[in-house]
């Protein structure tokens, strides 16, 4: 059983940055593929960028690309996302999750553990 741990969330004006981090334990953490969701109020949850066991291959979602990098430490066991040029559209509770295989999918079932959340708020 792998328990994930996010952490980094805020309040941040349009235009700035954070690192969301997420902290991986109960399982061997470079076994698994890594990825973010992110869910705002009154909508699905959405895939956001992925991340290979390895870390050798990395996808972002059109809305993000060029903003946010994913990133991973397997020797920390963790994940990172760096969010450049925050938009009040970023608004959401931002999920890590982890993925019992090679690579990412942007389907949010074929996901196995979930993280509980960390909320990112953007001011215009």
């Known amino acids: 059983q792998v328990q994930l741990v996010e952490s980094g969330g805020g309040l941040v004006q349009a235009g700035g940055s954070l690192r969301l981090s997420c902290a991986a334990s109960g399982g061997t953490f470079s076994s698994y593929a890594m990825g973010w969701f992110r869910q705002a109020p009154g909508t699905e949850r959405e895939f956001v960028a992925g991340i290979s066991w390895s870390g050798y291959r990395t996808y972002n979602v059109d809305t993000v690309k060029g903003r946010f990098t994913i990133s991973r430490d397997n020797a920390k066991n963790t994940v990172y996302l760096q969010m450049n040029s925050l938009k009040p559209e970023d608004t959401a509770v931002y999920y890590c999750?982890?993925?019992?295989?090679?690579?990412?999918?942007?389907?949010?079932?074929?996901?196995?553990?979930w993280g509980q959340g960390t909320q990112v708020t953007v001011s215009s």
């Open positions: 999750a982890a993925r019992a295989a090679f690579s990412y999918t942007t389907n949010r079932e074929a996901w196995n553990y």
